[in-house]
């Protein structure tokens, strides 16, 4: 069974630093293409970053580029995202996903909030 726990959301100051973390389970990480998306409120889930299996090449939305680093570590099946400089906009819940066997699998997203 396919199973993503994230954590690490919560309330942030503009310009701070928050780490998310997603916990996987249920099939051969190394093997499968990570990603995260958000969804702010009103507006469609859209892809923040995702990064190929093994630890490969990752890609990131223009918007994050240079400020938010996407990670993974196969030997703790974790991946990770590093999001520097926030900004207000970037308010919203945040989810890990993978796509297995040609469904995708969601986390149950964690809100992160960047207010002052």
């Known amino acids: 069974q396919v199973q993503l726990v994230e954590s690490g959301g919560g309330l942030v100051q503009p310009g701070g630093s928050l780490r998310r973390s997603c916990a996987a389970a249920?099939?051969?990480?190394?093997?499968?293409?990570m990603s995260w998306y958000r969804q702010a409120p009103g507006k469609e889930r859209g892809l923040v970053a995702g990064?190929?299996?093994?630890?490969?090449?990752?890609n990131y939305a223009d918007s994050m580029k240079g400020r938010f680093t996407i990670s993974s570590d196969n030997a703790k099946k974790m991946v990770y995202l590093q999001m520097n400089s926030l900004k207000p906009e970037d308010t919203a819940v945040y989810y890990c996903?993978?796509?297995?066997?040609?469904?995708?699998?969601w986390g149950k997203g964690t809100l992160v909030t960047v207010s002052s």
């Open positions: 996903k993978v796509n297995y066997r040609g469904m995708d699998y």
């Open positions: 990064i190929a299996s093994a630890g490969g090449r990752p």
């Open positions: 249920g099939f051969t990480f190394s093997m499968h293409a």
